[in-house]
C-alpha cells in the first residue's frame, strides 16, 4: 500500500493511494487505486470528496461454514466454477461542520455510491449426498447508493448527545433467485433485485456520562429498519 499526502494550499489536502493484492485465487494481482480530497471552506465547514477502487477474492469464508442453518442442519457454501473476485467502485461526498469556538455542536453528512461489478451472489439452499448447500456465483453486477448523517452536542462538560440516521438503498442490476423449489415439483420461484437482510433505514442515538476520569457511563439506543428476509422453513 502507497499513500501520499499533499498540502495543495492552506485549506486544500489532496490524498493519492494505491493498493495491490497478491491473493492464492487470483491469477493476477489486483491494483487498487484511490483518490480523496478535502477542503476546509471556513473555519467551522470542510467539504470532502473521494473516489475509490477496492475487491472480494473468490474464497469461502470459515464463517460460511457455521453462519447459517435450516432445521438444525448446517447450510455449507460452494464456490462455483470460474467465480472471479467481486470489484466495486465508490464515490462519496461529505460535509462536516463545527459551529462556534467552543466545540459543543457537530454536524456531518455523507453521500456515497458504490458500483459493483461481478457481485457475489448466493443460490437457493439445495441439498445433496453431503447435505443443505448453497452455490456462491458471480451476478452481472449491483449497486449501492447511501446517505448518513450524524448530530453531536457537548450539553454540558460531562454530558454528551449524539444520534444519527442512514439510508441505503442495495439492488442488483439483476433480480436474482433466491428460492426455487421446482426441481422438487413446487411451482413457487421467488426472484428480487434487493439485497436480502439489508435495510434501508438505520439509526443511532447515545447518551454519555463522564462524571470523571475514572467513570464514563452511556446510554445507547439503535433502530433498524425493514429489510426483506427469506423464511426456508415456509416458503
Known amino acids: 500500500f502507497v499513500q501520499d499526502e499533499w498540502t495543495v494550499t492552506d485549506r486544500v489536502d489532496l490524498v493519492l493511494g494505491v493498493r ?17 480530497l478535502a477542503w ?12 475509490a477502487t477496492s475487491f472480494r477474492a473468490p474464497e469461502v469464508f470459515s464463517e460460511d461454514l457455521h453462519v447459517d442453518t435450516l432445521g438444525a442442519e448446517p447450510v455449507r457454501i460452494r464456490n462455483a466454477d470460474g467465480l472471479v473476485e467481486e470489484r466495486a467502485t465508490t464515490a462519496m461526498l461529505g460535509v462536516d461542520w ?9 454536524w456531518d453528512a455523507t453521500v456515497s455510491l458504490t458500483q ?3 457481485t457475489f451472489v448466493l443460490s437457493e439452499i439445495r441439498e445433496d449426498a453431503g447435505g443443505l448447500y448453497q452455490v456462491r456465483e458471480n451476478a452481472s453486477g449491483s449497486q449501492v447508493a447511501g446517505f448518513e448523517t450524524n448530530l453531536g ?21 439483476e433480480a436474482q433467485v433466491v428460492f426455487d423449489d421446482t426441481a422438487d415439483g413446487g411451482d413457487t ?11 434501508r433505514w438505520s439509526g443511532q442515538a447515545q447518551l454519555q456520562w463522564s462524571p470523571s476520569p475514572i467513570v464514563d457511563a452511556y446510554l445507547g439506543l439503535k433502530s433498524t429498519g425493514h429489510m426483506q428476509v427469506l423464511n426456508n422453513n415456509t416458503a
Open 20 to 36: 495491490v493484492d497478491r491473493h492464492s485465487a487470483l491469477d493476477d494481482a489486483v491494483f487498487s487505486p484511490r483518490i480523496a
Open 189 to 199: 420461484v421467488i426472484a428480487t433485485r434487493d439485497y436480502l437482510k439489508t435495510p
Open 153 to 173: 452536542w457537548q450539553a454540558g462538560d460531562t454530558l454528551r448527545l449524539t444520534t444519527g440516521v442512514a439510508w441505503y438503498r442495495s439492488r442488483y442490476d
Open 116 to 118: 459493483l461489478r461481478d
Open 98 to 106: 463545527r459551529p462556534g469556538d467552543d466545540g459543543r455542536f457537530s
Open 40 to 51: 476546509q471552506v471556513s473555519d467551522a465547514m470542510k467539504l470532502r470528496a473521494g473516489l
